[in-house]
């Protein structure tokens, strides 16, 4: 069997991501940076364990090859985030050791910095993909599904909605993220990163369980990865303002709070402390909503909706799907995309996933 490692296991999802992993049959080695935290997981699961952190590359680099692990590992799910902070010395740490990297990141610049070992994982015949969750495998597999039906597409939407509450580790991310929206939000424009204000454009978008929601331009990891996946040079990703409109004029306070140091990780404790995350019912039952549309200039478009189960669920289910394809060798080397390593129908192979071409009649009442 295949020699894994899942860093960051006893995070909320990365304790999801344990348990989808023994239930398909599978015995990773189990890690992160406190050994209190871990040792009590592995043995609930019956699995080895091995606590290091993140800070001493060189430190990192032994602990993901030696030891008990013979041979070396074959692939890292990294599960520790914000990935801001936490993925480049792992992924020098998988190049070092020769094993192939997943993480659950939807962070821009966490993306684009995968992107930049892309040479150097071919070389090595490794595979290195960063999304491997809710952000970007649904919205990836749409983005290719719709473009490749328009060759010469110059413009993508994805709208997302997602029902559910976020994780502690989410909401961190989401505080960190916060200081790099220095100018508002981010859409990409001409093959560029682009800010719009906050809120400035919003729009009613029906999805297919026949609700129009309105949603505003706000940066998803999509920017950087359907780019990818697509080529299409104008993309846009739409979701529901997590802050009431209301709140729109404070937004730049927040951020400048945020900003400072001390401030954000009060904040960020607190969010430790309140935030627990969707409980089993809400993952068992809440669904996820996508909708994807690309455009060209001479007015032609392709549409499809997709449906899927619960962002936290999938995660976990598309994220070890992921790792056994790649230990299967059915990925390329090199640092794709979900949906360029995979294709777009890998989405369909999660269970409780539907994709629509049109709306169902009963569902297009009140479209807009
Ligand atoms: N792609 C997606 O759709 C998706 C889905 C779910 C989650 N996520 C992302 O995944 C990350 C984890 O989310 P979560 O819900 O599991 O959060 P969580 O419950 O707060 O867990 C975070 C984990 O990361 C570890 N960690 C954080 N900083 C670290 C560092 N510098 N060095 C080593 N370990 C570190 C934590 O360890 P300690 O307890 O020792 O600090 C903990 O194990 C977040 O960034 C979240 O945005 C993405």
């Given at each position: 069997m295949a020699n894994w490692l899942i860093y960051g296991a006893y995070g909320y999802t990365g304790k999801l991501v344990v348990e989808e992993a023994v239930k398909r049959g599978h015995k990773p080695m189990l890690a992160g940076r406190n050994r209190a935290k871990l040792a009590p997981l592995a043995e609930k699961f019956g699995l080895e364990w091995r606590a290091f952190g993140l800070d001493d590359g060189a430190a990192l680099a032994t602990a993901v090859t030696d030891a008990t692990a013979v041979p070396p590992f074959d692939l890292i799910f990294h599960?520790?985030?914000?990935?801001?902070?936490?993925?480049d010395?792992?992924?020098?740490?998988?190049?070092?050791?020769?094993?192939?990297y997943v993480d659950i990141t939807g962070e821009i610049a966490v993306f684009e910095n995968t992107f930049r070992y892309d040479a150097k994982a071919r070389d090595a015949g490794l595979t290195f993909i960063s999304g491997v969750g809710f952000d970007v495998v649904p919205t990836d597999c749409m983005a290719r599904y719709v473009a490749d039906q328009l060759p010469g597409a110059t413009e993508l939407e994805l709208s997302i909605t997602a029902l559910g509450s976020a994780s502690a580790g989410t909401t961190n991310t989401m505080l960190e993220s916060m200081t790099a929206l220095k100018k508002g939000s981010i859409v990409r424009r001409h093959g560029r990163y682009q800010h719009i204000p906050i809120n400035a454009t919003r729009k009613k978008v029906m999805f297919s369980d026949g609700r129009a929601r309105t949603l505003t331009p706000l940066p998803w990891g999509d920017l950087a990865t359907a780019y990818r996946t697509t080529g299409i040079p104008n993309?846009?990703?739409?979701?529901?303002?997590?802050?009431p409109p209301g709140m729109v004029p404070f937004f730049g306070l927040n951020r400048a709070l945020m900003s400072i140091a001390p401030i954000r990780k009060l904040a960020q404790a607190l969010v430790a402390r309140q935030v627990q995350g969707p409980d089993d019912h809400t993952r068992q039952t809440a669904k996820s909503y996508i909708y994807a549309r690309a455009a060209d200039e001479a007015g032609n478009f392709a549409e499809a909706w997709l449906e899927t189960i619960e962002g936290y669920r999938l995660t976990a289910v598309a994220g070890v799907r992921i790792a056994e394809k790649i230990m299967a060798g059915e990925a390329p080397a090199g640092t794709p995309t979900p949906a360029l390593a995979f294709g777009p129908d890998f989405i369909l192979e999660i269970e409780g996933t539907k994709r629509f071409d049109a709306l169902p009649d009963d569902k297009v009442m009140g479209r807009h």
């Amino acid at each position: 069997m295949a020699n894994w490692l899942i860093y960051g296991a006893y995070g909320y999802t990365g304790k999801l991501v344990v348990e989808e992993a023994v239930k398909r049959g599978h015995k990773p080695m189990l890690a992160g940076r406190n050994r209190a935290k871990l040792a009590p997981l592995a043995e609930k699961f019956g699995l080895e364990w091995r606590a290091f952190g993140l800070d001493d590359g060189a430190a990192l680099a032994t602990a993901v090859t030696d030891a008990t692990a013979v041979p070396p590992f074959d692939l890292i799910f990294h599960a520790a985030g914000p990935f801001s902070r936490t993925s480049d010395p792992m992924l020098q740490a998988c190049l070092k050791s020769g094993a192939h990297y997943v993480d659950i990141t939807g962070e821009i610049a966490v993306f684009e910095n995968t992107f930049r070992y892309d040479a150097k994982a071919r070389d090595a015949g490794l595979t290195f993909i960063s999304g491997v969750g809710f952000d970007v495998v649904p919205t990836d597999c749409m983005a290719r599904y719709v473009a490749d039906q328009l060759p010469g597409a110059t413009e993508l939407e994805l709208s997302i909605t997602a029902l559910g509450s976020a994780s502690a580790g989410t909401t961190n991310t989401m505080l960190e993220s916060m200081t790099a929206l220095k100018k508002g939000s981010i859409v990409r424009r001409h093959g560029r990163y682009q800010h719009i204000p906050i809120n400035a454009t919003r729009k009613k978008v029906m999805f297919s369980d026949g609700r129009a929601r309105t949603l505003t331009p706000l940066p998803w990891g999509d920017l950087a990865t359907a780019y990818r996946t697509t080529g299409i040079p104008n993309i846009t990703t739409n979701m529901q303002l997590p802050i009431p409109p209301g709140m729109v004029p404070f937004f730049g306070l927040n951020r400048a709070l945020m900003s400072i140091a001390p401030i954000r990780k009060l904040a960020q404790a607190l969010v430790a402390r309140q935030v627990q995350g969707p409980d089993d019912h809400t993952r068992q039952t809440a669904k996820s909503y996508i909708y994807a549309r690309a455009a060209d200039e001479a007015g032609n478009f392709a549409e499809a909706w997709l449906e899927t189960i619960e962002g936290y669920r999938l995660t976990a289910v598309a994220g070890v799907r992921i790792a056994e394809k790649i230990m299967a060798g059915e990925a390329p080397a090199g640092t794709p995309t979900p949906a360029l390593a995979f294709g777009p129908d890998f989405i369909l192979e999660i269970e409780g996933t539907k994709r629509f071409d049109a709306l169902p009649d009963d569902k297009v009442m009140g479209r807009h």
